[in-house]
C-alpha cells in the first residue's frame, strides 16, 4: 500500500514496546479515574490489541495494576529527586517544591498511588510503601548531614510526617485551598517542629 499511496506503514511494536504502551496507557488513566478501575477492556482496544494479547503480557488485571503502580511511583521518584548539589536546607525546599509541581500536574495519579492502592493487593499496596521508605529516607538523610542522630523514635517521626505530608497534598494542593507558598511553609514549619522535638539541633532543617 505505501508504494501505491505513499503512505509509510506503522511499525510494528516488539513485545517489550507493546507491553510498555499499556502500561504508559494505564499510568495516563489513572489521571481521572481509581486503580480499580483500570480494566482489560478498555486499555486493550486503545492499543489496538486484544484481550488475549493483554493478558500475555500481565498475566492477570492484579499483574497489570501492579505494572502501572510501579511505573507511576518510579515516576514520580524520578521528578522529585533531591539535588545532592544543594545543602540540606535548600535541598529540603527544592525537593518539596518539586513535589507540589508533581500533584498539581498529575493530581490524580497522585491520589491513586497515595489512596487508590490502599485496597489493593499485597504487591501493589507494597510497591506504594517501597516509595514511602525512599522519601522518608530522602528526608532522614537530611538530618544526618546535619548531625542528627536517627534513633528509632526519629525514623517513626520522619514516617508519620511523610504520612501528613500525603494528606496536605492531597487536600491542600488538590482542594486549592491553600497557595504553593502556605502549603510549603505549613509542610516546613510541621517538620521542624516533629524532629525539633525529639532534637532540638533539627530545628536547623527550617533556617
Known amino acids: 500500500m505505501s508504494a501505491t499511496t505513499g503512505t509509510t506503514p506503522r511499525r510494528r511494536l516488539s ?13 495516563a488513566a489513572l489521571a481521572d479515574r481509581g486503580l480499580d478501575e483500570l480494566g482489560p477492556a478498555e486499555i486493550a482496544e486503545r492499543a489496538g490489541v486484544s484481550r488475549t494479547l493483554f493478558f500475555h503480557y500481565f498475566g492477570s488485571v492484579t499483574g497489570f495494576q501492579l505494572a502501572v503502580v510501579t511505573a507511576a511511583r518510579d515516576g514520580m521518584l524520578h521528578a522529585t529527586e533531591p539535588r545532592p548539589d544543594l545543602p540540606p536546607r535548600e535541598r ?26 490502599a485496597a489493593g493487593d499485597p504487591l501493589t499496596r507494597r510497591a506504594v510503601e517501597e516509595a514511602r521508605d525512599t522519601q522518608t529516607q530522602r528526608v532522614i538523610v ?3 548531614e546535619l548531625g542528627i542522630e536517627i534513633t528509632p523514635a526519629f525514623a517513626i517521626a520522619m514516617r508519620g510526617w511523610l504520612a501528613f505530608t500525603e494528606q496536605v497534598l492531597v ?32 530545628a536547623a532543617i527550617a533556617r
Open 171 to 202: 487536600d491542600a494542593a488538590h482542594g486549592g485551598a491553600l497557595d504553593d507558598t502556605a502549603i510549603l511553609d505549613l509542610l516546613i514549619g510541621t517538620l521542624e517542629a516533629t524532629a525539633a522535638r525529639l532534637d532540638p539541633r533539627a
Open 15 to 27: 513485545p517489550d514496546e507493546r507491553r510498555d504502551q499499556l502500561i504508559a496507557l494505564g499510568v
Open 92 to 117: 529540603l525546599h527544592d525537593t518539596l517544591a518539586r513535589t507540589l509541581g508533581f500533584v498539581h500536574a498529575h493530581d490524580g495519579t497522585f491520589y491513586s498511588l497515595v489512596r487508590g492502592s
Open 142 to 144: 537530611l538530618f544526618e
